[in-house]
């Protein structure tokens, strides 16, 4: 069984609106520093969001004002609200999760050891 589990992807019009889910399987994403990833084909996989335990968030430039990260009050799912979608934000959008011995939120994907499957978001022009 898998600790994370994306859903909420899909195909959009430009501008268009997708709320993302990551469900948080076996235990609280309390203890956990929380993030947002994406990838497409031959590039780096890019942090978009992440959230500390303490509530703290940091976003990726190129979606700051347009999307938020944020989760429910057992901590229980991870969600990404992403309005005004545009095509350079179609990828792979992963959920992840880091043990919080360290409690900072961070966009660096190799600071996290827990990744969900994945989710397909496609915004059209």
């Known amino acids: 069984q898998e600790l994370l589990a994306e859903s909420g992807g899909g195909s959009v019009q430009s501008g268009g609106s997708l709320r993302l889910s990551c469900a948080v399987s076996?235990?609280?994403?309390?203890?956990?520093?929380m993030g947002w990833f994406r990838q497409v084909p031959g590039k780096e996989r890019e942090g978009v969001a992440s959230?500390?335990?303490?509530?703290?968030?940091v976003y990726a430039e190129s979606v700051k004002g347009r999307f938020t990260i944020s989760q429910d009050n057992a901590m229980n799912t991870l969600a990404l609200q992403m309005n005004s979608l545009k095509p350079e934000d179609t990828a792979w959008y992963y959920c992840?999760?880091?043990?919080?011995?360290?409690?900072?939120?961070?966009?660096?994907?190799?600071?996290?050891?827990?990744w969900g499957q994945g989710t397909q978001v496609t915004v059209s022009s």
């Open positions: 076996g235990s609280s994403s309390s203890r956990y520093v």
């Open positions: 959230v500390a335990t303490y509530g703290r968030k």
């Open positions: 992840a999760a880091r043990r919080a011995e360290y409690d900072a939120a961070t966009l660096n994907p190799q600071d996290y050891a827990y």
